[in-house]
């Protein structure tokens, strides 16, 4: 560890857990990974009120970092946030990072730029085996954007790309359907016992049939769709997907990109209170050997429990390694609010 660092770090990280609101949390996580450094351990505070945003810091046997971010509301119009992170290593590496989101009206943006002179696995030792591909060089700059634009209340065209390893654009469609069904029909209601007694005797039909009401429905789930195309470097194919999501909780997704010499496919499922009252439970898998600066195969299981006042939460994943060799990973973090929100 830089001999300064100490120094440096523990003052700040007092200030924050001095300042701290009653919504802040204090966060503890340790892993294990192979290939690599297998020891990884940090400790920190995230959800800290400062200057209308929120802000996170923490320190590990690798490093520190710290991040700040905002929300802004432009009434009618939409909304805008932003998050930067910054991550130093003890040996002098750096990332740093940018994400902003905005809506304004039927357009929405999401744009992201980071920029680094050390590995991913600096900042997440399982990085290489996340769900979503991750840069895995070790300096450069890369980023992605995409624009959403609502052609009406169920349909969504997006158009976009990444740059950085592997620049290539990208453009689709998506939709959704919600999927109902009628209601069961109840018993008849009682008839009141203030009700008066004075009715039409029954001889006495009504002239006119009334005509039958309309079932209630309900919502048993939400079926979605995509369908788009990717390219650029290293990179030509259609691409497609199916989602599928219930009201308790349970979700399944399924994507694939085909093209010449180009193939991948990720899938997943989550499912919530399947280990107890308050726990998730996450599964997902996806080979994508058209990347050349992630991991080409990429699999784990994410869980969380309620765990007292805090909540436990336990990552294991694995995959095939952009050299051939098998890695995998596994890390335990525990994340205890400081006081009850208001």
Known sequence: MHRFAPRLLLPLL???????????????????????????ARAGISDVEVLGGTAAFGVGTRGADLSYGRGLALPPLGAVGARSSLLVTWQGGVRAGSRVTGSLGPVALNLGLSAFTVAAQAADPLAPFAEASTDLRERGLSGDVAVRYRLSRDLVAVAGGEFGAQPHLLAGVEGRRVLTRAVPAGAEAPVPESAPTDSAPADEAPTEETPAAEPEQETVGTLSWRLGARAGRGVLGLSGGLGYATESGLSLGLDALVGPQTFGVTGSVSAA????????????????PW??????????????WTAGPGTLALNVSGGRTRSGGLGYGARVSYALPLGTQP
């Open 14 to 40: 007092s200030g924050l857990l001095a300042g701290a609101a009653q919504a802040a949390t204090l966060e503890f996580g340790v892993a294990y990974t192979r290939p690599g450094s297998p020891l990884w």
């Open 273 to 288: 209170e399947v280990l107890g009252e308050g726990s998730t439970l996450r599964l997902y898998a996806a080979y994508e």
């Open 291 to 304: 990347r050349t600066a992630s991991t080409p195969l990429r699999a784990g299981l994410e869980a969380t």
